[in-house]
């Protein structure tokens, strides 16, 4: 069992603002990227944390959602000025955002939750299936020393090169991909219909890549529970570190309801219930007991 970190952050640090959207365009077929100003907010967040967002003045959906940093937008100086955030339209929340323009208000809370731990490794190997890229543009900036985050800005051992390895069911679905790239990640592309990229599971392509690489590589993971589990037993095989942040569906995002626990291993050998808004997103693959046939 890995003891939270040092830097825990508990919803008590969170900021709640009411923000007007700057621009929400489309990246991709049912994928957008909202931005909207919050220097307080874009100052505190490190990769891997979250936030919870509704529409404000709404009573319909009442709850928040939970969604991801995508990155710190900043300003002609480099100071933290905004947020970008990238989300999927699955359900009523997120098909009323996507309809949304620039100016209309949102209420946001965050940063939220447990980022990516800084680590040291010679190659940051991030894989992602569906939407599970989102955590990943600002982890490999930062890994890269292309971005820093946080105040004061945290300081992370740098990593030589930064691999992404992103799965969808078919290539228009495979938003952000540019962004990446421009930001020197190598990227390698599966796909379920064999419309781009390799046809089959991206975690099919996990080994080679970490084989090619050496010994001194990291791995990140975030999508489907399968594809998490999966990606794990790869990096246990190969013996190289692997964290996977949890999409765990999210009432509140802020301890409250239990309704996001996940079942993490404890010193002793058994698990227990850990909330993923809190202790989580972030945790060590080898702590999570995931649901596997």
Same mark, same amino acid.
């Given at each position: 069992?890995? #003891?939270?970190? +040092?830097?825990?952050?508990?919803?008590?640090?969170?900021?709640?603002? &009411?923000?007007?959207i700057?621009?929400?365009? $489309?990246?991709?077929?049912? &994928?957008? =990227?909202?931005?909207? %100003?919050?220097?307080?907010?874009?100052?505190?967040?490190? #990769?891997?944390?979250?936030?919870?967002?509704?529409?404000?003045?709404?009573?319909?959906?009442?709850?928040?959602?939970?969604?991801? /940093?995508?990155?710190?937008?900043?300003?002609?100086?480099?100071?933290? %000025?905004? /947020?970008?955030i990238?989300?999927? &339209?699955?359900?009523?929340?997120?098909?009323?955002?996507?309809?949304?323009?620039?100016?209309?208000?949102?209420?946001?809370?965050?940063?939220?939750?447990?980022?990516?731990?800084?680590?040291?490794?010679e !190659?940051?190997?991030?894989?992602?299936?569906?939407?599970?890229?989102?955590?990943?543009? %600002?982890?490999?900036k930062?890994?890269?020393?292309?971005?820093?985050?946080?105040?004061?800005?945290?300081?992370?051992?740098?990593?030589?090169?930064?691999?992404?390895?992103?799965?969808?069911?078919?290539?228009?679905?495979?938003?952000?991909?540019?962004?990446? =790239?421009?930001?020197?990640?190598?990227? !390698?592309?599966?796909?379920?219909?064999?419309?781009?990229?390799?046809?089959?599971?991206?975690?099919? /392509?996990?080994? #080679?890549?970490?084989?090619?690489?050496?010994?001194?590589?990291?791995?990140?993971?975030?999508?489907?529970?399968?594809?998490?589990?999966?990606?794990?037993?790869?990096?246990?095989?190969?013996?190289?570190?692997?964290?996977?942040? /949890?999409?765990?569906?999210?009432? $509140?995002?802020?301890?409250?309801?239990?309704?996001c626990? +996940?079942?993490?291993?404890d010193?002793?050998?058994?698990?227990?219930?850990? =909330? &993923? $808004?809190v202790?989580?997103?972030?945790?060590?693959?080898?702590?999570?007991?995931?649901?596997?046939?």
């Open positions: 069992m890995h #003891p939270l970190p +040092a830097t825990t952050h508990f919803p008590d640090r969170a900021v709640f603002e &009411t923000v007007a700057e621009e929400n365009v $489309c990246i991709g077929r049912d &994928t957008y =990227r909202i931005r909207f %100003a919050s220097s307080r907010m874009a100052a505190a967040f490190l #990769p891997g944390q979250f936030l919870m967002m509704r529409l404000a003045g709404e009573d319909e959906p009442l709850l928040g959602r939970a969604l991801a /940093l995508y990155d710190v937008v900043r300003d002609a100086h480099g100071r933290p %000025a905004g /947020l970008d990238v989300y999927l &339209t699955l359900g009523k929340m997120t098909r009323r955002l996507a309809g949304l323009g620039a100016g209309a208000r949102l209420e946001v809370w965050g940063p939220l939750g447990n980022g990516f731990p800084p680590a040291a490794a !190659h940051l190997v991030m894989v992602a299936g569906g939407i599970g890229q989102t955590p990943f543009l %600002a982890m490999a930062e890994a890269l020393g292309l971005a820093y985050y946080g105040t004061p800005p945290r300081q992370v051992p740098q990593a030589r090169s930064a691999t992404l390895c992103f799965g969808a069911k078919t290539a228009d679905l495979l938003g952000g991909v540019d962004d990446f =790239r421009a930001a020197g990640v190598e990227v !390698h592309l599966a796909t379920d219909d064999g419309s781009r990229g390799h046809h089959g599971f991206v975690t099919e /392509l996990v080994r #080679p890549v970490v084989e090619r690489l050496g010994p001194s590589v990291r791995i990140a993971c975030c999508g489907p529970e399968a594809m998490m589990a999966a990606t794990a037993r790869v990096a246990r095989e190969l013996g190289v570190p692997c964290q996977v942040s /949890l999409e765990t569906p999210m009432a $509140c995002g802020i301890g409250i309801c239990f309704s626990v +996940a079942r993490i291993r010193a002793g050998g058994g698990w227990d219930y850990r =909330r &993923t $808004c202790e989580g997103p972030v945790f060590d693959a080898e702590d999570v007991v995931f649901d596997e046939p």
